[in-house]
Structures are given as structure tokens and as C-alpha cells.
């Protein structure tokens, strides 16, 4: 009883705290069908990477846009690698974000910088490229970002002071700066994000002219220093190695850096009127189980009822706990409103075997001991099958991608585990205590009406 207590008196300052909001910002994390946002899912062009090494870069392109993101500061964001049919992409959930070109573009700040010459007879930018040799095969690739030494800084020019963007090639990025640079001396070399050029403070794309061969460092000019800085910050957080954007089918298949595979707004409002929904569905579900559970079990019910708000605390607590790694979506929801009708389960079992047991006529103790016991295997056995298909859904809702599959089974399971310890310790606790006081012997308040006789 002293552990029941002490745990529910620790939930209850866990789960309502005086200074937040049970399911606002600062309580539990809520998911982007709740909270409102922005939804998009980018492809990765892995086609210059080895197949034995494109879930490890996708790995790390994850790592990238989470640190890139968080650098943005937006919470609760959820960056999760997909892969499918041999194709490999990135969904990218962006809480509270609910303007989708304000997501595209927060996007596309994490997108490979490249570098474009202009093509004369084309009259546009076109992608600079060079030739090196990778492994024995020569490659033609793209100077981009990716070949950035992860330590850019931003100084201020000696003569103009205007700010100046530092960078250093590694060793592939040395050799295509080279080739590139030493074709173009006196000639614009561009700057772009995505599909767009980096623009400067006067709104100019920037493109300065190659004075010389450059290998080792770089410069960039024509930044503003909140540009320059934003934009050192955001390279030093780890570079992308694969460009993210869409594959197009057609007669030849393209490439479209920069522009999304889909994209889709969640509006907060839609959230909140969810969760008001699903309160109330939950309110009308737990009253109905509390009425029957009162009226065919009484004195057990009663208990059922009390160890159920119990039970409720501390899921709550649970989730509020471990918010970093719990997100509470629609479907999250529904698996806290199954397992809370599956909290009664255990009850039910436990209760029908009670009165079983004191039929037959067995004392008020022993048939309380007894019906734990006997109903133990049906409960394990119940809950290890619930289990089961909780992991199985939580596998294969992070191998499709099925973000909400997967927040279910999170839920459900928690809960289903929560609910042996209430129906074994919290139930149990409770009805030794009422029996052992002596309190209520009568079998009547236990569901057992006494035999009538002619």
C-alpha cells in the first residue's frame, strides 16, 4: 500500500503539475495530428552512392536534419528514414509549422549548396562539374557543399569589412575546385540552394568571379553577417552527403532537388477539436465501464474502478515522463482508450473467478488468493499475444514509414503493461485489505447471491 502511494502521489505531481498545462507546450508531447503542422517527405538521390552504403548515409543525412532543425528551433520535430521498393527518402514532421512554405523553406536551408558556371550557348546556370577517380572509376561529380570540411567560419573582409563566408574542401572537393575554378579564371561561378541561387543582401544571386585556382579554401561574399552566420551555422552542423528532393518519371527519369515528394498541413485546430473528440469518447467509454462494473461486480467493481483511476495517473505520468520519446498522436489516443478498457480485463477475470471459487465454498480469503492465482495464466497469456502484435506493428510501422501504426503500438503496449501491474499488485493490494479487515464479508457485496432454498 506504502508503494501504491508513494507512486500515485508521484504521478499525480508528474502528470498535473501547478505550473503547465496537462496537453499543452510544456506537458505531454503532443504529435502532428494533434498539435498542428507541416508533414513532408523528401526522396534522397543515392544513385553515386554504393548500395552496401546508402542506409548508413541515410542514417546520417537524419542525423544532419535533426541537428539542422533543432538549430532552428523548432521542437518536437520527427526526422525518420524511409525506404521502399529500393527508393530511399526522408519524412520530415515539423510541429506547430502549420504554413507549408514556411516548411519548404526551412527545408530548404538544409538542402546541398552547389555550385553552377553559366552556359553560354544555353543561357543559363548549369552544374559545375569535374572528373576524379573513385576507386579505380572515373566519376563525374557535382562541387557541391557535401565536399565542405565541417568548419566554416565568417570573418569580415580586411579592406571592406563586409562579411566573408570561410570554407575548406576535403580532398574530393579539392580536386573538382581545382578542375572547376582553373576553366573558369574571370569568369562567375554561382551559388545555389536547391533549384534556387543564394541570393545576397541586395537580393542579387550571388556569383562571384574566380580570380584565381582555388584547392584548399574558399570564400563567399555577399552575404549579410545574419545570412553569413546562419548560414556557417547550419553547414557546421554536419553536411548532407545525398541531395534531398523528388525523382520525376518521364522519357528520361530527373532529378528535382529542392521540391518534395509530398507535402501536407495539419491545422491546430483540427488537432484541438480531435482531442476534444476523443476526451469525450474516452469520458462516455470509462463512465459505462464504471456503471456496469459497479452494478455486476459492486464491492470488487468498486475496487476495479478505483485501481482504473490509478492505472490512468500513471499512464499519464508515464507519458509525460518520457515525452523525448513518446509522442501522442490521434492513434496513440485510441491505443490509451483500448488499454484502458483492457485494464479492466484482468479485473474481469480475476473477479469471475472469485465468485467461482466462493460457490464452491470456499472462505472470503481463499477464494480471493485463489481466483489471483488461477487467473494469472489467462491474463499472462492475453497480454504476451497483445504484446506480440504490439512489436509487430511497432516493426513494421518504422520499416513502412507508418508514423501513426507505430505511435498505436507504442501506446497500447505501455498500457497493456501497466495494466498487469494495477490488476496484479494495485487490485489485489486492495482486496486483501477489505478481507483481512473483515470489513465486508457478506458474498453478496462480492456478486455471489446466497443459494434460495424451497
Known amino acids: ?73 523548432i521542437a518536437e520535430a520527427i526526422v525518420q528514414v524511409q525506404k521502399q521498393e529500393g527508393e530511399h527518402s526522408i519524412a520530415i514532421q515539423l510541429p506547430g509549422i502549420a504554413d507549408i512554405e514556411q516548411a519548404r523553406e ?31 572509376e572515373v566519376k563525374e561529380l557535382i562541387l557541391s557543399s557535401r565536399y565542405f570540411v565541417e568548419r566554416t567560419y565568417v570573418t569580415l573582409d580586411e579592406w571592406t569589412r563586409s562579411p566573408l563566408l570561410i570554407f575548406e574542401w576535403d580532398e574530393t572537393g579539392q580536386e573538382l575546385s581545382r578542375q ?10 554561382a551559388i545555389f540552394l536547391g533549384d534556387e541561387p543564394l541570393l545576397g543582401e541586395d537580393g542579387s544571386p550571388i556569383a562571384p568571379v574566380v580570380r584565381e585556382v582555388i584547392e584548399q579554401r574558399g570564400q563567399i561574399d555577399g552575404l549579410s553577417l545574419a545570412d553569413a552566420q546562419m548560414l556557417s551555422r547550419f553547414l557546421n552542423t554536419g553536411r548532407i552527403p545525398v541531395p534531398l528532393g523528388r525523382w520525376v ?19 491546430a485546430t483540427l488537432g484541438a477539436d ?31 474502478c478505483l485501481s482504473l483511476g490509478i492505472y490512468g495517473v500513471l499512464l499519464l505520468a508515464i507519458f509525460n515522463i518520457f515525452s523525448s520519446y513518446i509522442t501522442l498522436t490521434l492513434p496513440g489516443l485510441a491505443g490509451f482508450i483500448v488499454s484502458l478498457g483492457m485494464a479492466v480485463d484482468a479485473n474481469v477475470l480475476i473477479f469471475e473467478r472469485i ?15 485463489a481466483g489471483f492465482n488461477r487467473a494469472w495464466t489467462a491474463i499472462r497469456d492475453s497480454n504476451i499475444t497483445t504484446f506480440i502484435a504490439c512489436i509487430v506493428l511497432i516493426w513494421l510501422g518504422g520499416t513502412l514509414g507508418a508514423l501513426m501504426v507505430r505511435g498505436f503500438a507504442v501506446t497500447l503496449g505501455v498500457g497493456v503493461a501497466l495494466s498487469m501491474f494495477t490488476a496484479i499488485v494495485v487490485t489485489r ?26
Open 1 to 73: 500500500m506504502v508503494l501504491i502511494l508513494t507512486l500515485l502521489g508521484f504521478a499525480l505531481w508528474s502528470a498535473v503539475p501547478i505550473d503547465t498545462k496537462l496537453l499543452g507546450p510544456n506537458g505531454l508531447r503532443l504529435g502532428l495530428d494533434l498539435k498542428g503542422g507541416s508533414y513532408l517527405i523528401y526522396q534522397a538521390d543515392v544513385s553515386d552512392i554504393e548500395p552496401d552504403a546508402r542506409d548508413e548515409i541515410m542514417e546520417g543525412v537524419k542525423g544532419v536534419l535533426e541537428s539542422r532543425i533543432n538549430a532552428l528551433g
Open 106 to 136: 526551412m527545408i530548404g536551408l538544409v538542402t546541398v549548396l552547389e555550385f553552377r558556371e553559366w552556359d553560354e550557348a544555353r543561357k543559363e546556370w548549369v552544374p559545375a562539374t569535374g572528373t576524379v577517380t573513385v576507386d579505380g
Open 180 to 189: 572547376i575554378t582553373g576553366r573558369l579564371i574571370n569568369k562567375p561561378l
Open 249 to 267: 518519371e518521364g522519357e528520361a527519369r530527373v532529378f528535382e532537388p529542392g521540391v518534395p515528394l509530398y507535402e501536407r498541413t495539419v491545422d
Open 274 to 304: 480531435s482531442i476534444r473528440k476523443s476526451i469525450l469518447a474516452a469520458g462516455i467509454g470509462i463512465v459505462l465501464l464504471l456503471i456496469f462494473m459497479l452494478l455486476y461486480y459492486r464491492l470488487p467493481g468498486l475496487i476495479a
Open 355 to 369: 465468485k467461482e471459487e466462493l460457490r464452491g465454498g470456499r472462505s472470503l480469503g481463499a477464494a480471493v488468493e
Open 429 to 454: 493490494t486492495f482486496l486483501r485489505l477489505i478481507v483481512g479487515s473483515h470489513l465486508v464479508n457478506n458474498p453478496a457485496a462480492y456478486g455471489v447471491m446466497p443459494l434460495r432454498t424451497k
